[in-house]
């Protein structure tokens, strides 16, 4: 799971890169989380695409993006311990998205999510995308250039749905088809 959040600029650093990087490591000791090392901090520029986590909107100052990345590793190959990292690894990442996100207006990158479990997992995904980037743009966009949606896959389906189908609906018919 990676996040990208606004962190000033060069000239004026807000300091929110190292301010969410030191609660992140204090969640980790709070929650006791095994959580594995390195945890990855890389910085761009902010981006003009509105579909980026590091987009801004006009007159935005920010124009720093701190990007954070909390790494899953599954060194075995049995799969009863890879379904126990996996579920720990979860609840940290959902931890992070509860206590920290929102704080620092930080949000994943739409294209790196992994497709909830639950319908309400999926409709909060949902909300909180559209909250962020323009949803309804983008699904214009895929409509006018890929009208036979071949371009689309079950995660791009699954988040940015183009007809206005609950997440019940979709995750059933993916299930049962």
């Known amino acids: 799971s990676e996040v990208a959040f606004p962190a000033g600029s060069l000239e004026t650093p807000s300091m929110a890169d190292l301010q969410y ?3 992140v490591l204090r969640l980790i000791e709070e929650e006791g989380i095994a959580a594995p090392s390195p945890i990855e901090q890389r910085w761009t520029a902010a981006s003009a695409s509105r579909m980026s986590p590091a987009s801004v909107s006009p007159g935005d100052a920010s124009t720093l993006h701190s990007w954070v990345g909390i790494i899953m590793y599954l060194p075995s190959a049995d799969p009863v311990v890879r379904a126990q990292i996996t579920a720990k690894f979860v609840e940290y990442k959902e931890t992070c998205v509860a ?3 929102a704080k620092y207006g930080a949000v994943e990158h739409w294209a790196k999510v992994e497709l909830p479990d639950t319908p309400e997992k999926l409709e909060s995904l949902r909300e909180r995308l559209r909250k ?3 949803v309804a743009d983008f699904n214009a966009a895929r409509r006018e250039l890929d009208p036979k949606n071949i371009l689309a896959n079950d995660l791009i389906d699954g988040i940015f749905p183009l007809d206005p189908v609950g997440p ?7 299930i049962f088809g």
């Open 168 to 174: 019940l609906d979709w995750l059933a018919a993916k």
């Open 21 to 23: 990087m030191e609660e």
């Open 132 to 134: 962020r980037f323009p």
């Open 99 to 101: 206590r920290l996100w």
